[in-house]
Structures are given as structure tokens and as C-alpha cells.
């Protein structure tokens, strides 16, 4: 187990490692360059010449980058030359906005997509057929478009919700429930299908298998087959999914968070985007790849958890 | 279009660095002295006070809604979306009123020093301390004029002719130009930063400038409760000057980079004030909102390649006027604005400066074509056109424009760039949008068509009648110079440098809760003029 | 569970491509698809207007006459734009997708075909990527190379390739590992034969369910992209501008928000419904039949419908005199749901067993061994039913009775053990823990005295250190070892009645004498009843006193054990004793009986065995044959059973060779 993490945690090192690189290198061939952004109409070569000096702009990439990562070790993701602001302060600040969407969207979408799949493994049917029709629905809703569609409907028509926003939980731990019925139901809608269809599907195969039919014959309670015993084996593929969909969230948030306008990670990286905002980007890449990072190594230790043949490594 | 959201119109960087979006100034000569300016202002104290003494004391918030957030808090580097999250924090010079009229604010008093606009004293009022402790005073001055050209922002052009600043004593400070300019007073208001005092220790690290503010303002930030980008908080400076004056208790500034959610926080109360534009006007409307506007900003096309570098057939004037007849100002204006629009195909005002009570160029396309025929381009030409992605609506000018050309034979080719991106490229296409406020005629030279105008003059155009209108008319009083700015405007009309469609307004959508006593065709009232409205349900 | 599907299997595969166009809604989606392309390849011809013609006059004006899907805020067709913007959409969707397939799919393939050390770079490279966070690393491409929507596809189709490598690799290595690959390259054929003509073909499938499935998510991103603003420039449409056009204006008309939307959702959809299709039809080309959806519950009303009109009285008197049996089978019959409908698998069954009674079910695989078993214990697969007949247990009539009776006897007084003891046992709970679970829902207790009692039945049913297994997981155990311990899970209950269904098939020669030996010993410890399933005489011969014969659904010969071994009036057990008695493998066919096994939907309405029987005659296809007695306790359906009855054996299994 503890060899499992180690070897995880070595993985993702050389990941952010190349992750960031990747991002570097990337901005290294861009056309244009941080300084002239931040010179705008005051561009002169003597000026730019300096602020590049200023920034080691005019050293070789892989020094910049050594430079940059040597900071970033220390903690120190540098600053925003259009804003002026501290990057690592600046994510720092909007990263609870982001995860409280993850955890809060993922949360629902297991919650309710496993308890639906259940469901409607058991039940079949119509509760089946809802389920299908549901995750059809859900797989093909564009996230933006329902957002817009959402915050037509139930904030501006019916003004239910806040339409935009976002409350610290410290602040009002109510309002930071509201804040997040909107963006979180559009974010959680085609994953709670996906969820259905995919628990319905293992709960169906584990329901099929030998062990179900001799745990009944032998008397075992029809909730405990179900909840007990094929559901925790169907749990390998949904916590599979609770990965992907938490690491696929990370892309759903970007423009949800620009709909709904929350101050998190990929609205920053949205408006860091439309401003070449490269030391911004680079540090919404870092910290996006260290989520998946922790999902991933999370994922593997339920694994671990749920199936035996994985814990003796 | 909103006044944050102007910022984005023009293509951003210039924005900051041109051309303020503040519109036409009034140019009330400050002979003025300060006893009747203070006097003045007890006035308006006075008869204010009766309705917000009240509120003044009751522990109220106001909360307003921004498309944008400010590009930096730094009044030197801000740039014309950051007016209102400067206003609370930065007490300007001279406070620039509702009605347009200039009143005493930092200063007590201000005045040219003899003839031809070169000398300017300004007296400041004692006992002001900034958020931070430090005293205001002549030095004070000295050191912002000196940061503010350094800073290379907003206001270092229009700051470019002050040659010497000197403290006469610790209340007087003089200041030599070595060019004419005469509309220092209108810098010095909070519309053009200029005006915006920052605190001298606070200007030893300027680097600080971006997450707190250091002015003399009734308020400041409070930094805890900001998250830049997303929301602004700001909480009362203990150290104000005037804390009779100072209306509420907390002032938050919500970036909604969408309207229709922005006007469902109006609606449902979670803000009391938002910009905004037409696409949401008549819906804050019906919802029984208050609607304040104000059509100054012009809009339309900007054909930058007036030597013809990258396009060829713009070097000939009759082209450029062929341009102008196709296009029906009316209908676009309409469609795009409604009754809130007005038409135009000059860069100013009715009313005010430099504006010419005559049409130039009537919706005509046959005599379009036939300029065309007469310059050789008649099968058209293509022109492309980079305008910014967000907001949508000078792309879609563009787009109106770009349907009218093509009944004429001229293509337009719209590239959609990032704001940011639009303004960086701007010397790679030959036309570019236009969208900026009307300003007083001297400013719009200095950021627009003289040769040495910084940012939307990209292709550095010259025209020696203007260069010689333009002398001129800074050097001139203000009774010769109205002629003068007429005569202008007309030169760059006739020159058909622009392609104006119409005079777009700016939007503030509010509700009964806050009184903000817009006046037509002047700019909006600084947020420290806002104040709850009387009455128990305020 | 049951042999059924061997009906099923002999089906031959349809080519995919005419499965997949036999759907319904794989259909509509092709069409559909199709539509757009058509649409947007014929803007120019079919369009009402052109995409950028505006008209100021009429703005915002909702679906009319002139406008079908109303105007935009410059007075443009919203149908016409829908059209051309379609353009751009599928161009980006088709460019992501071809990169996936060459890249992903390609690397997919490779790796699963190559293996080796390209394989382990990879799967390694592979785990790396798929920590990448997709749509930023996009912006940040976006960031840096601008506007370029082509090229940002691309990227995507690369930033996801990964993900869909793996899926391709995974079927490529299975198909790679299957025998005929293996023998195609032994018998010295080409790699890129072997790789065109074997491997190709059959990842095809999982490929094209990828990239379809990708092509949707890449038509929304796409979208998604063009609505944040990196997209084509205006005025020329996409449907992701489109929806930002509309969204600007929702306050004034709400209404343009939906054309792009349903447009661009339906086109999601169907690359999403098609890749399903696609493999549903790969997955299982029988999937055509229901799934066989477990229903915890037994329908009710289908169950409990009133017995009257069939024409076997449900308890039939002569039973019951003979000897009290414990349990009580008289013309039970089975229908089971099958690619054809309702089909009856057990026929007019009649079984008894007495109390500490072992007694023999033999036949062959797919002849309704294990369905009977199953009916007894009330759990049929699917919607299966008993649709005639009575089950009696101990006095209880189990037919149309209350479910809550049924359940109460499972593990309680009728247990079962099955026949792969690894997969009949929770791989993920420890073995002590699901004994535990049943002694403690049949006896209540304490957990730990739970333990201790699913310790002890452990050590009942000889297992060395019965502690340390009782914590082990079943992939920990030898074959022999966790059928010892499911053994142990059916007696938790201490039933009367075993149903042991092939419990040593699939065990080694050594482990199964000692699961018998077992067997026996519980058996008569605890006086337990035990029904054996088995193919295999030579268990039977060992276990059983009494043995019934199935063939086709059908008890077709019943009696005591060695009088059956020495006698068989049947030519059907004649030949099953015939084939290498105890060497007869599930699932061949029998080698002194030529044939197969009739699926059950063509059961004749004669003797089932009649195409098969050397003695048969137009008599016996006529109609059914009842259950002759041929001598007392002895059971038969065959009408020339006498003839089988003289002369010894060997000469009957000549006979039926012949």
C-alpha cells in the first residue's frame, strides 16, 4: 500500500513537473512576450530591453523555467503582470470556490446517480427508462448552455437562486448553499445520468454474477445482496468514475464559473486566458494538475480499499 | 455599454493609455474663487444633508455591480473600467459634479496664471491626512505628478506639457508647463486619475498600489474582504476629512461579467446599482428599475491606414467618405439602441464641444459607389476590420457596418480578438473599432488624431491643418477655442478618419433604494455622490 | 447460470455494421447526423437567406413565417446561420475525432499489438496524460498560439487520446491473446496480416464507440470554446457564438437561446446514442434479447395466478403414501424469457426427494438441470416463472405461494452450493465475513459469536486453519478450498435440503474425490437431503441413491441409482452412459449420441430425443410421450422402452450409435 502511494507520488511529481515544463515551453514559443504585454503602447526596445532583463526574460527558457520552478518550490508562484498580483495569493484566494463546486458536484452526482442506478437496477422499468432518458438528456445538454438556460429560468424568470456569486461557507454557511444550487445542478446533471448508467450496468453485471444467486439461496437479505454485496463490488467503476468526474469537472468549471461569475480557478484561468496572463495560467495548470494529482492517488487508495486483489501490490 | 465596460470597448491597453472615457467636460473658466466654491459646496452639503443625515448613521451597504473588474487599483496605471473602484477610495483635486461643474475638493482652489495656458497654481486644503497617516501637502502634489508621468498610465499623456512642479509653501503648488494645456482643471477631476491623490509614503512602494488603495477618499479597501477579480469591499477611512459627508457605512463592487445575471442581482436585490447596456435596458425597465444613460460614446469604425499601408484604397479621402455615405446610421442605431441611441458621423456631442450642427455624410450609397468608381475601386476592395471579442456590441457595429459596405461592394473582414489581443494588434489591420467617450477636443487630439497621439492614432496619421488647429486652440481662451474645437472636428470629418455610426450611451441600472442624479449627456456622478434615498424603505 | 445461451451461440454474429443499422435509434442518429452535414454542405443552396444578411428592420423577431426560427439582434435569419454554422462545428468535431483516431486509437492499437517495451512507455506516458487537466492546458494553448480553433481541435483530440488509447489497447491486447491470433502466428503469418485481417477488425468496434462518443464531447467543447470567444470571427456563425449572441440578448428574446442549443444537444446526443449502439452491438450481438434483468422479487401476480384448468392436480395422492418426502416436484414447468419470448425450458417435471435422502439429477449441459435446482429455491433468472405444476417443501406448496415463504426456507432449511466455487463467493468481502452474515440472519447472535460460529463450520467442512481463512478473500483461496468454504456459507443456515449443483465440475480430479467425501460426511452428520446436479455418472454413481435423467426440459428416466446404471430404459441415458461415462465434458457434444441438444424453442411436440433416437419412430414424434412405469420406482418417457430393457447395455449404446 505504502509502496503504491510512494510510486503515486513519484508519478505525479514527474507529471507537474512536465505539466509546468510543457506550459513553459509553450509560452517560450508564443508569439510575443510578457514584457511587451506589460509595455503596451509605451513599447520601446530600450524599455523592453530592461523590464526583459528585469523578468530574465533574456535568459535561455530552461533557466527562466529553473528560475520559476525554484520559486515555485518555495511557494512562490510569482505575479500577474497585467493585475500586479500575487499568483499563488490569487489561487490561493479562489481555490475554495472551485473545490467547493467539485466536492459539492461530485458529492451529488454520486450521491444521487449511484442511489438512481441502484435503483433502477433493481426496480427496472420505467425507473430504468427515466434513467436512460435522464442520461441521454444529460450526456448531450451543453454545460453552458443549460447555465444560461438555468439562470434564464430559475434566477432571472422565477428569481429562485442567486444567479452569480459565490458566498464563503465561513462567511454564511446558507448562503454558500444557495450560491451553489445553480452551478452545481448544471454541473451535476450530465454526471448524475452517466453515474445511473454506470452503476446500473455494474450493479446489473455484479446482481448477475454466481456469488448473488448463492448468497440468496442461502438466505442473505435481499438489501444486503443489494447493498451490501453487489453494490461494493459495483463500486470499482463508479469510484473509477468519481475520479473522472471529479477531474473532469476541473473543465465543466470553466465555464460555469465564467457564467455564473465565481471567483474560481477557471474563470481566473478563462480571464487569464483573454489576457495572455501567462504566469496565471501557468499557476491554474499547476495547481488544476495537483487536483487530479490527489483525485487520482484518492481513486487508487479506495481501489485499494475496495478490491482486495489490489492491496498486495 | 457601461462605463466599466467602455474600458473594453476600446481595445484595453490604449484604453488605459489614451483615451479616458470620461465625455465633455464643462468648461466653466475657474475664476471662481474658493470662498465661493466652499461655499458652494456647504451648500450642497447643507441640502443633502437634511436626507442623508439619517443614513449617514444608519449601518447601510451599497452594492454595485461591474462587467468589468479594474485593470489595476493603481490610479496612475487604471485605466476607464476602474473609475468606480477608485472613486471611493481616492479623493480627486477637484471633484467633478453631476451637473458637469467643477468643485473643490482635495484643492480649494485653482487658476491659469496668465494668458496662453502655461502656468497653473493650485492651493490645497489643509489639515487632510491620507488612509495611511500621511499628510497632504504641496509635496505631496509634486511627488503624484512626478509618479503618475512615470507611470506611463491613463493621465501621463495629458500630463506630458507639465514641465515643473514646484511647492510654493506646504498649500500652494505651482505648476510650468512647456506646452499650452487647457484642460488641466478637467485632469485633475477624478474622471482623468490625474486627480487622484495617492499617499507619498505609499508611492515609495508603488508595488502595493494594485491591492490597496493609499488615498484621501471617504473610503478604502479592505483587502480581507476582496477577492480581486470578483469582488471589491470598501470600508470607511477613519482618517477622512469629511466623514459628514460619507453616506454609507460599506461600499461592495461585484464584478458580473454578465448581464442578464447582473440584472437578475439587481432585480432580486443582491446589488443596488449596476452598469450595463442596451441588451438589458428595457428589461430593468419593465422590472420597474431606475434607468440612467447617457448616449456619449462614440461608436463605430476607426480606419486607422489612412496612407493606405496595409489597405491600399483607404489612402484616398474619397474612399474613406464613400465609407461613410454607405452606412445607415439610422437604421443600425435603432436596431442596436433603440431610442437610447443617437445617430452621428462626428466625435462630439450635441451641445457641447466642438459638435456641428450639420449631417456630412447623409446615408447615400449611390454616391458611395459613385466615390468609389471615382477613386478606381469600383468592384470594392476588402477591408479588415479587428474588433474585440467581449462585449458584444462593438462587434456587432462592426457587423452593421459590415452589411452596409457590402451593398456598396466593400467585404469587411472581422477578426475577433480578445480585448487585450485587439489592442496588441492593432497595427496589423488597417481598421480597428472605434468606441470611445467624446471627450473635450483637446484631449481627443491628443489620444486620436494629432500624429504624436498616443495609442488609437496607431499608424501615426498626420494632418497639418489639425497639427496648426490644434496649437491653436490650447493656447487659446475659452471663448475663441469653442470655434476652434468646431473647426477641428469638421477637418476631421471632412478627412474621414472615422467611421462613425452613433453616439452610444452608457448605462447605470439602480433601484429606488439609491439616488443618482445622472444628468443627460453628462458623465455619471462619482460613486461618492450616491446616497441612499430618503425615506424609511431606503 | 443456466446453459441456455448455447442456443444463443450458435446464432452467427451479424456483421456490426448491419447490426448496428437494424436500431431504430442508431438509425435516427445516422440520419440526423447526416442532416447536419447535408445542411451545412447545401447552406448555400438551401438556406432562405444568407448568414450574415442582416436586416435592422426586423430584429429579435421570434419563429414566423419569414423567418422559421425567428431573427437575431441584427435582423439575420436564425435558420440560415443554424446552417452555416453547422459548418465550422462538425469541421472542428471531425478534425478532434480524426486526431483521436489517428493518435489515440493508433497508439492504442500499437501498444496492444507490439507490446513490449512500447507497451510499458505507453501505459507509463499514458498514466501521465491522463493527470493533464484538458480544457485549461487548452486555454493555455489558446493562450499562446491564439485564435486558431483547428489547430486548439487537434490539441484536444490529443489531450484526450490517452484515455481512449488505453480503452483500444485493452481490446487489442485481448484480441492479440485469443488462440486463432496465437495460431495465425504460428503458422508463420505476416504481422500486418495478422494485424489487418484479425486484429483490425474486431478493435473496430471499441474504436468507433470512442471516437463517436468523443465526437460529441468535442462538438461541445468546441461550443463551448466559441462561446467564451475563441472561435470563427463574426459575422460568420457557429453554434457556439450563436448561443453567445443569444445570450446577451435573453432579457429581450429568450427564445434564440434554443435553435443553437437543441441543435448543437441533438447532434451531442446522437454521437452519443450511435456510439452506444455501436457497442451494444459489439458488446453482445444477443443483446438484441432483454437483458436479464435480476428482479429481486418474483412478479407477484404472474406468480400467485390461480392454478385451475391446468390438468395436474397440484399435489398428486400417490406421493404421498409411498414415502413422507421432504421435497415434492410433480409436473412442474419453467418458462424463461430468451431471444424468442417467453420459452419453456423444464417441462412437466416430477422429482422427489426424502428427508436425508441423497438423490441424482444427471443430463446433459442446456437440459434444464440447474433451472429445476433454481425453481426450487424460487430464484429464477430473469422473469422467469413456474408457470404449471407444484414445488411442495415439507409440507409447504412453494408454487404462487407468498415470496416472504420462499425466502424464509432459502439458507434456512434448503441451501445451495454451486459450481465454480471462486465465483461463487463475494471476492470482496473476507469468506468469514459472508458465513457470518448468514449464521447471524439465520440465528441471530452477537457478531463475534458469528465469527466464531462461521470459524467453527469452517473447521466442519475440514478446512486447515479455519481462523486465518475465515479472513482470507475467495482469490486467496485454492479451488478446493473455497468450495469447502461455500459448503460452510450453505450449511450456515443448517438446511434440510442441499442442492448441490455441480459442485466438483470444476475442480481438479484429487480436490473433487475429497469435496465428495465431504459431502457425504455432512450428509449424513446432519441428516441432510441432497439434490446433485451432475453431468458426471461417476458422482453420481458415488453419491446417489436414486437418480432422475433430464434431457431437453424433460425428466426423460428416473429410478434407483444401480438399477439405472444396469437397466436404462431410455435410449437417451443409454447413450449418456455409452459416452465415456465420466468423461463427458460440459458443453460437447456427446460423442455416441449424434446431434445436439434442441434448443428449447424447437423442442418437438413429440419425444425431444426423437431426432436423435436410432429406435425412433413416427409414433413417438406424434405427441408427447407421458412418464411411463415401466417397472415400480422406475420412471420413463420412452414408448419402446421395452425393447431397450432386454439385451445388456453396451448392445443399446450400439444400437443408438448405428
Partial sequence: MLRLIARRLLVSAVLVLLVSLLTFLLQAAAPGDTARTILGDHYSPEAHRLLAHRLHLDEPVLVQYAHWLGQALRGDLGSSPISGLDVGAEIAGRLPVTLSLIVCTTTVTAVLGVALGVLSAVRGGRIGRAVDLVSLIGYALPGFWLALVLVALLAVAVPVFPATGYVAFADAPAGWARSLVLPVATLALPGIAVFAKQTRDAMLEALSRDFVTTLRANGASRASVVLRHALRNAAIPVVTLVGLTSVGLLSGTVFVEAVFAMPGLGGLAAQATTQHDIPVIQGVVVVFTLVVVAVNLAVDLAYARLNPKVRVP | MSTASLGGTLPARLTEAAVPDRPGLSRRRFAATATVLASGLTLTACSGGAGSAGSATSHSTLRIGQFWPPVSLDPAKAGGESLFYLNPAYDPLIHRAADGSLRPRLATSWRYLGKGNTAFEIKLRAGVTFSDGAPLDAEAVERNIAYFKQAAGQAAAFLAPVAKVEALDEHTVHLALSQPHPQLPALFTQDYFAGNLISPRALADPGGLARRTYGAGPYMLAPAETVAGDHYTYVPNPRYWNAKDRRYDRIVIKVLPNENTALAALKTG???????????????????????????????????????????????????????????????????????????DQPAVPGQDGHNDTVFYPHDPVKAKQLLAAAGHADGFTLPVVVPSTPAFPGEIA??????????????????????????????????????????????????????????????????????????????????????????????????????????????FHRDSVRIEAVRDRPFPSVVDWRPAAGPGA | MTELPSAVRRHRPAPMVRTVLRRPAALVCLAYLALLVLASLAAPWLAPHGPTATDLDHVLTGPGAAHPLGTDNLGRDVLSRLMYGGRPSLIDAAVAASTVLVVGAGCGVTAGFLGGWFDRVFSWAVDVMLAIPVLVTLLVVLAVVGDHQVLAMAVLGVLVSPGVARVVRGATLAVRQELYVAAARVSGLGRRHILVRHVLPRVAGPVVVQVSLFAGGALMIDAGLSYLGFGADPPTPTWGNMIADAAAVTDRQPWLLAPPGVVLGLAILACGVLGDAVRDAGAGRSTTATPPAPRSRPSRSRASRPRKGTSHPPVPASRTDSSPALLSIHDATVALPGPHGMTTVVEGVDLDIGPGETVGLVGESGCGKSVTGRAILGLLPGRGEITEGSIVFDGTELVGADPRTVRALRGRRIALVSQTPLTSLDPVIPVGGQIAELVRRHHGGTRRAARARAVELLRAVRVAEPEHVATCHVHELSGGMAQRAAIALALAGEPDLLIADEPTTALDAGVRAEVLDLLRQVQRERGLAVLLISHDWKVISRMCRRTYVMYAGQVVESGPTADLLAHPRHPYTAGLLASAPGRAAPREPLRAIPGTVPAPHEWPPGCHFAARCALATPACAAAAVPLLEPAPDRGTRCLRHTELGKGDDRDRATAVRS
Avoid at chain 2, 288 to 305: E, R, T
Avoid at chain 2, 415 to 444: C, H, N, R
Fill in chain 2, 399 to 508: 457587423q452593421a457596418i459590415a452589411a452596409d459596405l457590402e451593398k456598396v461592394g466593400v467585404r469587411m473582414r472581422i477578426t475577433a480578438k480578445d480585448p487585450a489581443g485587439a489592442a496588441q494588434e492593432i497595427t496589423k489591420y488597417p481598421a480597428s473599432t472605434m468606441g470611445w467617450g467624446a471627450l473635450p477636443v483637446y484631449f481627443m487630439g491628443r489620444g486620436l488624431w494629432l500624429r504624436d497621439a498616443v495609442g488609437m492614432n496607431p499608424f501615426h496619421s498626420s494632418d497639418p491643418e489639425l497639427e496648426r488647429l490644434d496649437r491653436q486652440a490650447a493656447a487659446a481662451d475659452e471663448k475663441t477655442r469653442s470655434g476652434l474645437d468646431r473647426d477641428i472636428v469638421r477637418r476631421v470629418v471632412e478627412q474621414a478618419w472615422f467611421l462613425p455610426v452613433c453616439l452610444s450611451p452608457v448605462f447605470l
Fill in chain 2, 270 to 344: 443582491q446589488v443596488d446599482v449596476i452598469s450595463g447596456s442596451y441588451a438589458i435596458a428595457s428589461g430593468a425597465a419593465r422590472a420597474g428599475l431606475k434607468v440612467a444613460s447617457s448616449p456619449n460614446i462614440v461608436m463605430g469604425i476607426q480606419l486607422n491606414d489612412r496612407a493606405g499601408k496595409l489597405c491600399p484604397p483607404l489612402r484616398d479621402v474619397r474612399v474613406r467618405q464613400a465609407l461613410n455615405h454607405a452606412v445607415d446610421r439610422q437604421k443600425i442605431t435603432k436596431a442596436l439602441l433603440g431610442a437610447y441611441g443617437t445617430p452621428t
